[in-house]
């Protein structure tokens, strides 16, 4: 099982960036996907997260219309769009699965992501 992420780097800002999560060793179509995140010094947050269909879809209060979670199940990935960042986005962001049928969740590594002028 896998779950990898890319994408992250270094923004100025008010810039995008676009997470991708490429999933591998189970069924991705029967898994809610999630993205959160981790700033130093601070717990793990939860930033979006995504029905197995992709037909339901939820975000944190702080990046509510700024970032969009979406998934293809025909590539196996998910994702994260990021617009008008902040300095405060700045995080180690993680990609989670859950199964819908059984007590299964993975991680990714995690991406890091920094805004900074």
């Known amino acids: 099982v896998q779950l990898v992420e890319s994408g992250g780097g270094l923004v100025q800002p008010g810039g995008s960036l676009r997470l991708s999560c490429a999933a591998s060793g189970f069924t991705f179509s029967s898994y809610d996907m999630s993205w959160y995140r981790q700033a130093p010094g601070k717990e793990r947050e939860l930033v979006a997260c995504?029905?197995?269909?992709?037909?339901?879809?939820n975000y944190a209060t702080s990046v509510k219309g700024r970032f969009t979670i979406s998934r293809d199940n025909a590539k196996n990935t998910v994702y994260l769009q990021m617009n008008s960042l902040k300095p405060e986005d700045t995080a180690v962001y993680y990609c989670?699965?859950?199964?819908?049928?059984?007590?299964?969740?993975?991680w990714g590594q995690g991406t890091q992501v920094t805004v900074s002028s």
């Open positions: 995504i029905t197995s269909a992709g037909g339901r879809t």
């Open positions: 989670n699965g859950r199964s819908v049928y059984y007590d299964a969740v993975y």
